[in-house]
C-alpha cells in the first residue's frame, strides 16, 4: 500500500520538509539544508534537534511533535536507535514520507538487519513510507525539490534523465559527470538499504513520471525481480528506454546444479539474457550509462544504418571501427547523394560513407553543413552522425562561428532524417558551451566518439526491442504460445515429430506421467525424464525398455540395427561415465552382450532400481543442449547451446529467463558464436531453425509446467538434422 | 642520408623559420604566425610572399633568395605548382629542412603522385628533408617550436608524450583532449603524406629524443614496415612504450592465398599481431590512446596485481568487473594489512580488496589516506589504485582541503609501491584543478575507472613486454633458436622425430628437396610439400610412392594396416574434396581398389603428374593447422589454430609476424580460444606444449629458408598426441 506510486508521488513531492537531527555539527545535515535552500525548494524547512533552539542560523524544535504547520517529508539524520521513536513521533504527527539517511541498519549485519526489520514493519503497519536508510535521499530536480546529504555540484541541470542508484557513493559522479555531459536530471534516487522501497518501486514511479524520458540505473543486485521485470516491461511499451549499469561480471559464483546447464548460467549471466529479453541497454561505465541515457532522452532515435558526416579522414576511420563494434552499418551512399556531394566537395575529396569532407572546411566553413543537408537525404539510412564539436570558449570570430552553428542547426531541425552530434573525444562541455549550444537551437552533442557510437548501437538495439514489444502486444496470441507443449491446437508442432511419440500421457509406454509434481524428488534418469517431455510434445527418440536379454533382442529387432543399449538407474546422473551405454551394436549377439553389460555398470556403480532401455542409433546431424535450471533471483532459465567443444570448451551459451516463446529462442539461437554451425557449416545440413525454436520452445514450456518443485530439466542431446528434430537423452532434478 | 635522425634534428630544432606563401588572407599563415608568436618560438619568423611587402603586419620578402641571415626551415603553403621551385630557391639558399603544408599531391590521384615523386626526389638529389606534404606541421612543445597550420588550443602543455599521426585533423582533437587530462606533449608530428619521412623515421627519432618518455601513434598504415618494427623494437628494449590507435579494425578484405591460412590472416589481425610482438599498446580511442600515454609517461608502472582504496562500494564493483577485463588480479589483502586496515576503519566496513572506506569518510577526511598507507605496503601487490577526485573549482575549504590533499600527496611520495590516482568518471581537469594538482605536490590524476583500468591493464602488459625484451637480449642465444630447422646442433628435436625421416637431403626418399628456390612454381602438393619440411627437421607421417597396385599392397604391408591411400597431383589442392582420399583401409584388397579409384579420381579432376601415397593411417590426437602466408606489408606471417570448427567456424587463430621463436609461438598457442583442448580439456591426452613450439618453429624457419618466392605454406592437419606431433599433410604456394 505505502510503496505504491502514489506513496512515491507524495515522498518525492513534499510542500515541506522536516530535517530531525539538524545540526550545526553535522556535514550530512548542513548539505541538506545548504541543497533545500540553494537549490530553492519553495516550501518551509524545518530542523528538529531536542538540544539546540538555533541550527544553521535558524529556528529549531524539540521534536517533530514541536513542528507547527503540516510536514510532507521527514529527513532522519539521527542515531540508528533513535531512528524508530523519531518514525514514532511522526506517525503521530501524521508525517507520512520519510528519507532515513542514517545508518547502523541491514548493512553492518545481523543485529543492524534486525533493527532495520523492526523500522520497516513500524512502517508498513503505520502506513509510511520509507526511501532508505542507509541512503543519502533523492534529488527532484525538475520540481526543485532537494532532501538530499551531499553537496551537490553546481549547477544542477534539470532534464529528461531520472538515475536510481544502489550506491550512494556515485551519485556525486554522476551529477558531475552528468553536468560536464549537459545531461540534465529529473530524479535522482539513492536508494539506501531498500528496506521498503525498492529499485523496481522507483523504476515504475518513473514509468509513469512525466518529467521522466530515460530511466539510468546504477545496480548491484536487483531484490524485486518479479517488481522488476515488471517494470521494466511497462517502460519498454510504454517508449522509455531504461539504461543499467549493473556490476557483478566477473563474479565467478556458479549454481551447483547437476547438469550441464548449471556450469553455463552465472548469476551476471542471467542478469544479462534478463536485461536483453526486457530491452535494458547494459553499459560498463559510468561515462556510458549518461552518455546513453543523454543520448536516448534527446529525441528522434538512431537507427542501424548511419550516415557519416565528418571533416576528418582519421576520425571517420576511427568511426567505421567502432560502428562495426557495435552492429551499426554505414551503407554505401545511394547514387543521387554521391552526385550531390561531388558537386560541392573538392575534387581531391573521396565520396564515400564514413565521409570526409577533407581540410577544404576551413577555406570554406559552409561545407560541412552543406554536406550534412545532402546526406541526410539519402533515402538508404536511418540517421545521420555529424561529427562536430562545440566551442569551449569565446571563439576569434564570434558572429561567424555563431552564424555557422545557427545554419547547422537550422539543418538539423529541417532534415527529415535524425543527426547525433558527436565530437571528437570525451571533453566537458564548458560553460561557455552550454550557453552557446541553448542560444544557437544546437542539438546535444554526445561525447566523444569512443562512448557516443556506443550509445548509437544501444539506442538503435533499443528501438528494436521496442517495436518488437509493441509488435508482440498487437499480435493476436497464437495459439499454444504461451505453452507450446502438448497442445492439440498446434498440430504442426505434432505432425512434424517423427518420432512417433503420442502426445497423450495415457498411452505413453512408460506410463509414468503424471499431473501433478510436488512429490517429486531427486533425480528422474532418462526414461523417466523423457516420457514427461514426450507427453507435452517434444520429440523423444523411440526407446523401449527391456525386462531380459530375450526382451532386449526382440526390442532391438523391432526397432531395426544398429541399436543403442543403456542402463539407467536412480542417483546415476551421468551413465556414459560408468559405462553403463553401448552405442551402434550391429545385431542380437551384440545386444544381447550389451545387456549384461550394462546392466552390471549400473548395478555395480550402486544405482537404484535400474532399468535397460532399448534405442535406434542416430548418426550425423548437430547436437544442441537444452537445458532449464532454477536461477535463485529469476527463476526458471533456459540455456541453449551447441554440443561438444561449443559449451565444454567455449561456454557458447545463449540464455533466456522463462517464459520465452519460439521467436525468443530463435533469437537466442543466432546469438551463439557457433550459429554458423546450424546453418549448415562443416557441411552439415542446415537445421530447420524455426523447428529446432518450436521444440526448445516446448522443452521450456515443460520446465515451466512441471512447477515450483523443479530444479533443473536438461535434454543433451538434442539431435537436429535438418527439420528433424528429437530429444536423445533428458535428465530432471527436483529440489530437495 | 637525409631522413636519418641527424635530418629530423634539425628539422625539429630550427633557430629561424621562413614562412613561404604567408598571406594575410590564408588561414594557415595566419595559423602558422600566431602558433610561432603566440607559444614563444625565440628566433627570427621570416614571411615570404612575392607579391606583398606586408603580411601579418610584418616585412615580407618576394623570395627565399632574398631573406636576410641563415634560414633554418621553411614552411611552405604555397600552391602546387610552387612546391618545387621554392625548393629549388630554398635549396640554393642553403635551406635544408622543409615542412610542406600545401596539398594537391598523392591524396588526389596519379597525376599528383607523379608530382609529389618529383618533388622527393629532388629532395632525395639535393639532401635535403621533407615533413609531408599535406600535413600540418609540427609542434615542439618541449622547445617552444610551432611551425604548425592549425590553431593549437592554449594552454599549450609541455610534457613527456610525443605524438605521432597520420591524419592531420585528429591532431586538434588530440591536443584538446591531452589538455583536459593534463597531459604534456614533447613532440606533436602530423604526417600528411610521407613522401619522405615516414612514421617510423619519427617514431626512431623520438626514441632518442629525451624529452619523450612514451610514444603516441595514429596510425592509418604503416609504410615502412621493417623501419617500423626495427624502432619499435628499440624503443622496446630502451624501456620508452609506444601506444597505437590504429584504424582499420573493420578491414574486411582478405589475402587469396590457396591454403586455408589465408582465410585466417586479416590486414588487421597481422598488424595486431606485429603490436603485440613488438609489446605496442593498442587501443581504440582518443580517450584511450592520449590516457595510456599519459599513465605509461608518469612515472613506475603498475604491475598486474593491484591493490584499490576507493570511498565508494559501488565504484569498487565497477574497478572489479573492469580490472576482470583487464586481465589484472585484485589480490586478497595480507593478513597484516587486514588487521591493520580493520583497526582503522568503522566496524561496518568490509575489510577487502576491492576496499570501500564507506561514507565515513565525510566524518574523517583522513581516512582514505591512512587507508591507502596501509595497503601500499601490502607485500601481495604491485600497486595501488586510489580512488580520488582533484577539485574542480575552489572548495568551500580552501585550506582544509589543501592540506588534505598534501598529505596524500606525501604518502604516495613515501609509498614504498607505485600509486595510480584515478578519478571516477571522465571530466575535464580544470585550470583550477591543474594548479591545484601542481602546488599540493598532488600526482596526475587518471582520466576515470573505465579508461583508467585499461590504461593499467595496457601498462602491466607492456612491463612485461619489456621485461621480456630485455631478459631475451640478456640471454646467450640458443643453438637453433634463429632457425630451428634442420641444424644437427639440435638433436633433442630430431631424436624426438617419430616418423623416422631423415633430416639429410641426400637420402629422403623422395629426392625432390633443392636448396635454391627461385625456380619454384605453382602449387607443391603434399610430397613434395613434406619432402621440404621432412629435410629441415619437421616430423612427418611415413608415406610411400606406389608406381602401381602391387607395389600399394607392398607398401601398405611394410607400413602395417590400417592405410591411408591418397592421389596428389599438381593443380590439385584439396584432394579430399575430389574424392581422392581413402582412410583406414584394412586389406591388401581395399588398398588396390583404393589405388584405383583414387588415381582415376584424380586424373578425373585433371590433375597433372598424378602420384599415389600410401601412409599409416593415423586416429585420435588433436589436430592442429601450422600454416604461413605472406602478408602485402608485414611479410611472412605464422598463423597456428586448432582443426575443425576452431579454424572453420570461429577463425580462431593466433598471429606472428617472422621471426618468431618456440616461446613466442608458445605464447601463441595459449593465446587460442581453445586452448584448453591443447592442455587436455574433452578427454584428449595434453599436447606437450614445449614440443608443438618447437615443431612449429621449425616449420615457420623453413618457410623463411624458402625465401620471397614463397606465397604460403601450411602444414594441415598436424596431429599432436602428447610429444607426439606428427605434420600429416603440407601444401606449399609459389608466387606467381
Chains 1, 2 share one sequence.
Not at 529499485?199 to 521522466?212: F, H, K, N, S
Not at 555529424?386 to 542547426?409: K, M, Y
Not at 512441471?706 to 536438461?714: A, I, T
Not at 528433424?724 to 535428465?731: F, N, P, Y
Request: glycine share 12%; aromatic share 4%.
Amino acid at each position: 500500500v505505502s510503496a505504491g506510486p502514489a506513496g512515491l508521488g507524495a515522498l518525492f513531492h513534499p510542500r515541506s520538509i522536516a530535517l530531525v537531527g539538524a545540526s550545526d555539527r553535522s556535514g550530512w545535515s548542513a548539505g541538506t539544508f545548504g541543497n533545500l535552500r540553494g537549490h530553492g525548494f519553495p516550501g518551509p524547512v524545518h530542523l528538529v534537534n531536542p538540544r539546540s533552539e538555533i541550527v544553521h542560523g535558524e529556528k529549531a524544535y524539540p521534536s517533530l511533535a514541536d513542528v507547527p504547520g503540516p510536514v510532507d517529508l521527514a529527513f532522519v539524520m539521527v542515531p540508528t536507535d533513535a531512528v524508530l521513536p523519531v518514525l514514532r513521533t511522526g506517525a503521530e504527527a501524521g508525517i507520512r514520507a520519510y528519507v532515513v539517511l542514517t545508518s547502523g541498519f541491514g548493512e553492518t549485519g545481523a543485529d543492524g538487519a534486525r533493527r532495520e526489520a523492526e523500522v520497516a514493519a513500524f512502517a508498513r503497519d503505520r502506513g509510511l513510507t520509507i526511501l532508505g536508510p542507509n541512503g543519502n535521499g533523492y534529488i527532484n530536480a525538475a520540481a526543485g525539490i532537494t532532501p538530499y546529504g551531499l553537496p551537490i555540484p553546481p549547477p544542477l541541470l534539470r532534464g529528461p534523465v531520472g538515475v536510481v542508484l544502489q550506491s550512494g557513493a556515485l551519485a556525486s559522479s554522476v551529477l558531475t559527470f552528468a553536468q560536464a555531459r549537459n545531461i540534465g536530471v529529473s530524479l535522482l534516487v539513492s536508494m539506501g538499504n531498500e528496506s521498503m522501497l525498492s529499485v523496481a518501486d522507483v523504476v515504475g514511479y518513473l514509468v509513469d513520471d512525466p518529467d521522466t524520458r530515460v530511466i539510468a540505473l546504477f545496480l548491484e543486485s536487483v531484490r524485486q525481480p518479479e517488481k522488476f521485470v515488471a517494470a521494466a516491461r511497462r517502460a519498454l511499451a510504454a517508449g522509455k528506454p531504461v539504461v543499467a549499469l549493473k556490476v557483478g561480471r566477473s563474479d565467478l559464483a556458479r549454481h551447483t546444479a547437476q547438469a550441464h546447464t548449471g556450469a553455463l548460467v552465472g548469476d551476471d549471466g542471467v542478469a544479462d539474457a534478463v536485461f536483453r529479453q526486457l530491452g535494458i541497454a547494459r553499459v560498463r561505465s559510468i561515462e556510458d550509462l549518461i552518455i546513453t541515457a543523454g543520448l536516448l532522452a534527446a529525441g528522434p532515435l538512431p537507427g542501424p544504418r548511419l550516415g557519416v558526416v565528418t571533416p576528418s579522414g582519421g576520425a571517420s576511420e576511427i568511426i567505421a571501427d567502432r560502428a562495426q563494434d557495435e552492429g551499426l552499418e554505414l551503407p554505401a551512399f545511394a547514387p543521387a547523394t554521391v552526385a550531390a556531394l561531388a558537386a560541392i566537395l573538392p575534387a581531391f575529396a573521396t565520396v564515400a560513407n564514413p565521409l570526409d569532407v577533407t581540410g577544404y572546411v576551413v577555406k570554406d566553413r559552409t561545407l560541412l553543413g552543406r554536406a550534412l543537408e545532402i546526406v541526410t537525404a539519402d533515402p538508404g539510412i536511418d540517421s545521420v552522425l555529424l561529427l562536430s564539436e562545440l566551442p569551449r570558449d569565446v571563439p576569434a570570430d564570434p558572429p561567424a562561428i555563431r552564424a555557422l552553428f545557427e545554419a547547422t542547426a537550422a539543418r538539423i531541425a529541417a532534415a527529415p532524417r535524425p543527426v547525433i552530434v558527436v565530437s571528437n573525444s570525451l571533453t566537458d562541455i564548458t560553460g561557455f558551451g552550454r550557453e552557446f549550444q541553448a542560444s544557437t537551437g544546437y542539438p546535444p552533442v554526445v561525447g566523444g566518439i569512443e562512448h557516443g557510437i556506443q550509445a548509437i548501437g544501444a539506442a538503435a538495439r533499443w528501438s528494436r526491442a521496442h517495436q518488437e514489444a509493441v509488435a508482440a502486444r498487437a499480435e493476436p496470441p497464437r495459439p499454444g504460445a504461451a505453452d507450446p507443449a502438448g497442445q492439440g491446437a498446434d498440430p504442426a508442432g505434432q505432425g512434424a515429430d517423427p518420432a512417433g511419440q503420442s502426445a497423450d500421457p495415457a498411452v505413453n509406454p512408460l506410463g509414468e506421467v503424471s499431473g501433478t509434481w510436488a512429490a517429486a524428488s531427486g533425480t528422474w534418469a532418462e526414461d523417466r525424464a523423457a516420457a514427461v517431455l514426450a507427453a507435452r510434445g517434444v520429440p523423444v527418440v523411440p526407446t523401449e525398455r527391456a525386462a531380459d536379454e530375450a526382451a532386449a533382442v526382440e526390442a532391438a529387432s523391432a526397432i531395426g540395427y544398429p541399436v543403442v543399449v543403456k542402463a539407467v538407474a536412480a542417483g546415476i546422473a551421468h551413465k556414459t561415465d560408468i559405462g553403463a551405454v553401448r552405442l551402434a551394436l550391429p545385431d542380437a549377439g551384440a545386444v544381447r552382450a550389451a545387456y549384461r553389460d550394462v546392466r552390471a555398470a549400473a548395478c555395480a556403480a550402486g544405482g537404484d532400481d535400474v532399468r535397460v532401455l532399448i534405442q535406434p542409433y542416430r548418426t550425423g546431424g548437430i547436437e544442441l543442449i537444452a537445458g532449464v535450471v532454477r536461477d535463485p533471483a529469476w527463476g526458471l532459465v533456459l540455456a541453449v547451446g551447441l554440443g561438444g567443444v561449443w559449451v565444454e570448451v567455449l561456454r557458447d551459451a545463449a540464455l533466456r529467463v522463462l517464459p520465452a516463446g519460439p521467436a525468443e529462442i530463435r533469437r537466442a539461437l543466432g546469438e551463439l558464436r557457433g550459429a554458423a554451425v546450424l546453418q549448415g557449416a562443416r557441411g552439415a545440413e542446415p537445421a530447420d531453425l524455426d523447428r529446432v525454436a518450436e521444440v526448445i520452445a516446448r522443452i521450456a514450456a515443460v520446465a515451466t509446467h512441471l512447477g515450483d518443485h523443479l530444479e533443473s530439466l536438461e535434454v543433451n542431446p538434442l539431435l537436429v538434422r535438418g527439420a528433424h528434430v528429437e530429444a536423445l537423452d533428458a535428465l530432471i532434478t527436483w529440489r530437495s
